[in-house]
T-cell receptor, first 112, second 114 residues
């Protein structure tokens, strides 16, 4: 079945530095890899996603990289700002079916 | 004009009681979900409905019963509440198919069982 491991569970960075979160998965049939951001007391919201036919995608200060051979994908946040402080979740979805399986989450704290 | 709305936002109740959470989406999506987020923030899918048909039913106690009267609504009824049911329950919706993987979450219902 689907399984996704997310590391680290907490990440503290200085404002302006970069943050990297990594997820590894076991099911090679996974073909969709989104990242969700959940601010304190709020709902999770999609910030970026990537499909299995793409190796990298960027959107301003955030980027996602995918290594299908090694079965891992990562979220990169550059020039971090205090408003980037949140819990970030990776997720995977198999080609068939609509079920998204989430990683355990990474609590990111950006210190001013 | 909230896209996915769920009520109530907070629910405090005693063990053994029965309670319901309601969810409605106005996005025209055909698939709706219930997720449970525990105190460690882990998000786990419970149920999914597509056009009123149950398509995902994870290992959830029988005390939890979802109901979808139409594709815009998905309610969750919980019988005989237990302490371990305390969590935040998120409703979500999406369009089935490759173009519709993005999940739109409701604002959550914080359930506290005393």
């Amino acid at each position: 079945g689907e399984n996704v491991e997310q590391h680290p569970s907490t990440l503290s960075v200085q404002e302006g530095d970069s943050a990297v979160i990594k997820c590894t998965y076991s099911d090679s049939a996974s073909n969709y890899f989104p990242w969700y951001k959940q601010e304190l007391g709020k709902r999770p919201q999609l910030i970026i996603d990537i499909r299995s036919n793409v190796g990298e995608k960027k959107d301003q200060r955030i980027a996602v990289t995918l290594n299908k051979t090694a079965k891992h994908f990562s979220l990169h946040i550059t020039e971090t700002q205090p408003e980037d402080s949140a819990v970030y979740f990776c997720a995977i979805r198999k080609a068939a079916g609509n079920k998204l399986t989430f990683g355990g989450g990474t609590r990111v704290l950006v210190k001013p | 004009d909230t896209a996915v709305s769920q009520t109530p936002k907070y629910l405090v109740t005693q063990m053994g009681n029965d309670k319901s959470i309601k969810c409605e989406q106005n996005l025209g999506h055909d698939t709706m979900y219930w997720y449970k987020q525990d105190s460690k923030k882990f998000l786990k899918i419970m149920f999914s409905y597509n056009n009123k048909e149950l398509i995902i039913n994870e290992t959830v106690p029988n005390r939890f019963s979802p109901k979808s009267p139409d594709k815009a609504h998905l309610n969750l009824h919980i019988n005989s509440l237990e302490l371990g049911d305390s969590a935040v329950y998120f409703c979500a919706s999406s369009l089935q198919g490759q173009r519709g993987e993005k999940l739109f979450f409701g604002s959550g219902t914080q359930l506290s069982v005393l």
